[in-house]
């Protein structure tokens, strides 16, 4: 079966394609709410917690959180249902819908995008979820988890962008506000930006912790 469609290039065919239900403005709002719930229950944990995390840390921690949630759940969804979310209309479905205006790559399969966001999925959010409670524990390898995990968001979005450029944004409407901009440029420099910013901080503290353990090592001997 096939049925008009809102995704580039615009002859492609999408089988069993069937519009989503309802507006964009509530897909983004419900989506919205359940992140801000994630966000706000994880800097629960963190402002009660007598570490005594700072207002960056705090941030951090929850931008963890987060990541969590969106790698493992819905980007664990497409990974599931890459193959059959066109036709459906539960909530992840209608989420992946609306996203693919600003990269059809998803609704049609695309192999890079089907692989990375497995690896994604299922190794880069568990890690997420390691990274907050060692955080909020204060594990020693807590840091090493930030190092790992944003190394592997920093690699993943690169090439998933780099990609897309290389192929001459042929899968949405190039500088479209919403589509373009918001759902493919901003929501993806972030990924970026964070994770960068993440593996300069544990640069730094397991350069620092090494130089310390150097400099006993030097006193033993």
């Known amino acids: 079966m096939e049925s008009p469609h809102p995704y580039f290039p615009k002859d492609v065919v999408i089988p069993n394609y069937v519009p989503n239900e309802g507006s964009t403005l509530e897909i983004l709002a419900k989506f919205g709410a359940i992140t801000v719930v ?24 929850c931008w963890l959180s987060a990541c969590f949630f969106i790698h493992f759940f819905l980007e664990g969804y497409f990974s599931l249902n890459y193959d059959t979310f066109p036709e459906k209309q539960n909530f992840l479905a209608r989420c992946w819908k609306e996203y693919s205006k ?60 780099s990609t897309e450029a290389f192929e001459g944004f042929q899968h949405g409407e190039i500088f479209h506000p919403i589509y373009f901009w918001f759902y493919f440029f901003f929501m993806n420099i972030l990924w970026i930006i964070i994770p960068f910013g993440c593996i300069v901080e544990s640069f730094h503290k397991l350069s620092k912790a090494q130089s310390t353990d150097d400099s006993m090592q030097k006193k033993k001997a």
């Open 38 to 61: 994630v966000v706000g229950g994880t800097y629960a944990l963190a402002a009660k917690s007598k570490l005594g995390f700072s207002s960056i840390e705090k941030a951090k921690i």
């Open 102 to 161: 600003g990269d059809s790559r998803y609704i049609l399969k695309d192999t890079f995008t089907v692989c990375m966001e497995t690896i994604t999925a299922f190794i880069d959010g568990p890690l997420c979820l390691i990274a907050v409670y060692a955080f909020l524990t204060n594990k020693p390898y807590r840091y090493i988890v930030q190092l790992i995990v944003s190394l592997c968001q920093l690699y993943g979005d690169i090439l998933y962008l």
